[in-house]
């Protein structure tokens, strides 16, 4: 946020390279967070078409994105749709 010189909207593209797809890469996003006062202005969005033209960059495949059920619509809107599920194990530490 220019005015302000705080940081509003933040995401991060990992890339994962792979043995299938004759080594190609994928991307993950993670940590997709709009600030409370910042949202509903495109910021997401905004943010999400960056790091998928990074990824394209990279030569990444395919983008993986995951979260929770209530914030699927934010991700539609930027060309995400629900595929398979996630599995997650904790770990103790």
Do not use: W
């Not at 030569?59 to 059920?69: A, P």
Request: charged share 25%; hydrophobic share 35%; with cysteine.
């Amino acid at each position: 946020h220019v005015p302000s010189s705080q940081v509003v909207a933040t995401a991060t593209l990992l890339v994962e390279k792979k043995f299938v797809h004759k080594g190609s890469s994928v991307g993950h996003i993670e940590d997709v967070v709009v600030d409370a006062g910042h949202r509903k202005k495109g910021l997401a969005k905004q943010a999400l078409a960056f790091l998928e033209q990074e990824a394209k960059n990279l030569n990444c495949y395919k983008i993986i994105l995951d979260c929770s059920d209530e914030n699927v619509p934010v991700y539609e809107k930027s060309g995400y749709k629900p595929c398979q599920r996630q599995m997650r194990l904790d770990l103790p530490h």
